[in-house]
């Protein structure tokens, strides 16, 4: 039984920071890569970063870059997320999930945690 636990959203202010945490039980996912995507109401879930099963290559969205960072710890099965800057615009549900390769595109990762809200104040 693999599930995905999301962690650590919140309501924070416009400038300040969040890092969100992802654990993972059922199965290790050392080669395997993560990503976090998001999902405002009314709006498609969009892609926000990835990180490779060794720790390269991490990729962002073009809203994020610069502002957000990911990384992971693999003897805790745990991807995270450590948000900067924040905006109003990046309130949404946040879920993180893990394929077998990484990818923008969310169909494309089997698994998938239950989100965790962030919501940023103006």
């Known amino acids: 039984q693999v599930q995905l636990v999301e962690s650590g959203g919140g309501l924070v202010q416009s400038g300040g920071s969040l890092r969100l945490s992802c654990a993972a039980s059922?199965?290790?996912?050392?080669?395997?890569?993560w990503g976090w995507f998001r999902q405002a109401p009314g709006k498609d879930r969009e892609f926000v970063a990835y990180i490779t099963g060794g720790g390269q290559f991490p990729y962002f969205g073009d809203s994020v870059k610069g502002r957000f960072t990911i990384s992971r710890d693999n003897a805790k099965n745990t991807v995270y997320l450590q948000m900067n800057s924040l905006k109003p615009e990046d309130t949404a549900i946040y879920y993180c999930?893990?394929?077998?390769?990484?990818?923008?595109?969310?169909?494309?990762?089997?698994?998938w945690g239950q989100g965790t809200q962030v919501t940023v104040s103006s």
């Open positions: 059922g199965r290790t996912f050392n080669n395997w890569s």
């Open positions: 999930a893990a394929g077998e390769m990484p990818d923008i595109c969310p169909t494309e990762y089997r698994y």
